[in-house]
């Protein structure tokens, strides 16, 4: 069967796209910009300033003077590329293949697609329609080659629908430029006064050769479909989804413990090939009477371990009310990671932070007791106690300063310190005596004052002055004084206990 | 003819396998315990059991945590994991770090009540993964602790009850220990707190002499009271 192609030119992409967020730049001269050899240069522009005489690689400078209510935004180098891949996959509606053509385009082989739309007009105007719809300003061509379609895309006038094996027709108006050519060819065919393809198409390819070089007679040939030209098509992410219909409702424990073994076993064996494991997992079960059970599970590392995973779910079975039956099973993992797997170990022995078991054994526990029950710390750069640790994100967090050990900290400590009565002889003394629920304590050593201020960007208050001090029966206390001495309401507390 | 006493040895070290010690060439961690490593049948602390903590009087509490946090240390080595279970805890992260312990290293599992705390206990110390785990509840009763001891017979971790009664009831912990605060001790005449010291009562050892000792914790090391601590010349040479 002959080839169709179909080429899509986005005539503004990166402008369109910020003109989607931001509506009141479609109608503004708008520009993206790049720094180029120490100076601002114009890398995308939208309708309205190519209008008024600006181009790409302009200098802002000179643009700015031309036209004095330029809006300008910064461009971003990868932008064009994420853009197309995900206009691409959206585009996989119109066709199986559809590729990328950096830096403004979309290729499609849309052999035998045309007839579901009901004809070749009404599958471009669809295409069109849906893009416009979509805030792109689009021009597209189909035709026979790659070579053409791309050349009329950007370069045809009239319909742009090239019939069957009229390629040749259509080629010869267009310019050079729609050869897909390195600049500098096309500025010496202009020099030599060949502005239209048709008037050196008939030329014999090796005088062609000798003077524009092999790249130039590669693309005519490509254009004429004498050559053969690749499509390296967008594959769409699949989803890491498992499905098990039953042919007959299952309604046991037994049954849906099965059920479960084989979904696991499909989707790891999977995620072992793509050395990806599982951080979150959704098993639904669709009832007879069209109701949906549904059990989740989260991983504190990720893991593709059948039997761990299968623990995981196997605590939440009893969730799963059967009703009058299952007939269908679905094992989703919306979330999924990296996941190296580790060396075998050579000895067994007590393990180490980074070992699968641990993560397994807090799996476990956090399925059994909630995972908002434990807890990793990790040191912050507070001097403030209650700040200077936070919680990890996960077990594979690694501490990002060191721990402090230059001032001694208490081994236990009160959530909220504790009000308490402090006889203490002159400013910045440690105390002689404090009573602590309802017991007396005198003072025989202590350590201090440590005085710790408040982080004024944080929050607002009095600072603390902290002091260890050991009572008369060897017991060893933090206690800090809010505010000045000198204060009218100062207060002690005691916030900690040292060994 | 073999002598007497390496019969006895061997039935000695044939009884202690038994009752569920490993020999003391497959465990070899010196847990710096010093002086105390004697009272232990095969002279070094048992790892793979599981131990019982009590503070002598209510505020002894935190000497209770240091002197244990001491021990994990040593047994946590510079990659090992520990689990800190407990319902009520109020250990400060960063004070684990004077007693040698890598906060970040240390799982804490906060739970509701006492029964969880002793499943989860059980379920931890059946991970092979990890160094220690300790647990902070209010009393272990005999079939609790038995448990406990089976879990950690195949994967030989070790497990630390730090229990909050004063009961002498009968458990299957390999020791049982009580620790009091004593007065610091001064460095040199300098005034204000010096270093931490413990009356460490070891009530009862399988296989093992029972004792008590006066002990300090110095450098990051357990330290016999009676030591002296160096003098302040002598520390000066050694930073300077």
Known sequence: ?499 | MPQKSDIVAQLQAEISRMEGFKPASSVSRDTALGPVSEAFPSGSFPVGAVHEFMPARSNDDAATTAFVAGLVASLMGTCGAALWISSSTKVFPPGLKHYGIEPDRVIFIDLKNEKDVKSAMEEALKCSALSAVIAEMQSLDFTSSRRLQLAVEQSQVTGFVLRNDHSLNATACVSRWKIASMESERVGTLPGIGFPRWKVELLRVRGGKPGAWEIKWMHGKFMHASQPAPSIQEQKRKVG
């Open chain 1, 1 to 499: 069967m002959d080839k169709r192609y179909v080429s899509i030119w986005f005539k503004h992409l990166r402008t369109d796209w910020f003109a989607l967020a931001q509506p009141e730049l479609k109608d503004v001269p708008f520009v993206l910009r790049t720094p180029s050899h120490g100076r601002m240069v114009i890398s995308a522009l939208n309708e309205v300033a190519s209008g008024k005489g600006l181009g790409i690689g302009t200098a802002l400078a000179d643009a700015r003077a031309v036209v004095p209510d330029l809006e300008v935004a910064d461009d971003k180098p990868e932008l064009a590329g994420k853009l197309l891949h995900r206009l691409a996959e959206w585009c996989i509606r119109f066709t199986p293949s559809v590729a990328i053509d950096l830096p403004d385009g979309i290729l499609m082989d849309v052999s035998g697609c045309t007839h579901l739309w009901g004809g070749e007009q009404a599958y471009l105007s669809d295409i069109i329609s849906q893009l416009s719809a979509r805030g792109y300003n689009v021009s597209v061509a189909m035709a026979d080659t790659i070579g053409v379609v791309w050349g009329m895309a950007r370069f045809g006038k009239g319909s742009l629908i090239v019939p069957t094996s009229e390629d040749i027709q259509a080629l010869v108006k267009l310019p050079p430029e729609a050869l897909r050519l390195e600049e500098e060819v096309v500025e010496r065919l202009h020099k030599l006064g060949l502005h239209t393809i048709g008037q050196f198409i008939k030329m014999s390819s090796s005088s062609l050769r000798r003077r524009f070089g092999q790249h130039f007679v590669m693309r005519l040939q490509q254009a004429l479909g004498h050559e053969m030209e690749m499509l390296q098509t967008v594959q769409p992410a699949e989803p890491y989804q498992e499905r098990l219909p039953c042919l007959e409702p299952i309604v046991t424990a037994t049954g849906i413990e099965i059920a479960l073994q084989q979904l696991l076993e499909a989707l790891c064996s999977r995620m072992q090939r793509e050395q990806k494991g599982l951080r979150k997992g959704i098993v639904k079960a669709y009832r007879v009477d069209s109701k949906v059970e549904q059990v989740e599970i989260r991983t504190t590392r990720p893991s593709n371990h059948v039997g761990h995973l299968f623990k995981l779910f196997q605590a939440k079975i009893s969730g799963i009310a059967p009703g009058l039956g299952i007939e269908l099973f679905t094992l989703d993992a919306p979330r999924v990671e990296e996941h190296i797997p580790a060396q075998s170990k050579v000895w067994e022995g007590s393990g180490t932070f980074e070992d699968e078991r641990l993560s397994e054994l807090i799996d476990r526990l956090a399925s059994k007791f909630s995972g908002k029950n434990i807890h990793r710390y990790l040191p912050d750069e507070h001097y403030w106690p209650e700040r200077s640790f936070r919680p990890a994100s996960s077990l594979n967090e690694k501490p990002g300063t060191i721990w402090c050990t230059d001032k001694q900290r208490p081994l236990h400590i009160l959530a909220t310190p504790e009000p308490i009565e402090v006889t203490a002889p002159i400013p910045d003394y440690p105390p002689m005596l404090f009573r602590y629920k309802g017991k007396l304590h005198e003072i025989v050593k202590a350590d201090g004052p440590e005085r710790i201020e408040q982080e004024w960007w944080i929050q607002q208050g009095q600072h603390r002055d902290y002091y260890q001090v050991e009572d008369e029966t060897g017991h060893r206390y933090w206690l800090f004084r809010l505010g000045h001495y000198d204060d009218a309401n100062f207060q002690w507390f005691v916030h900690g206990f040292f060994a």
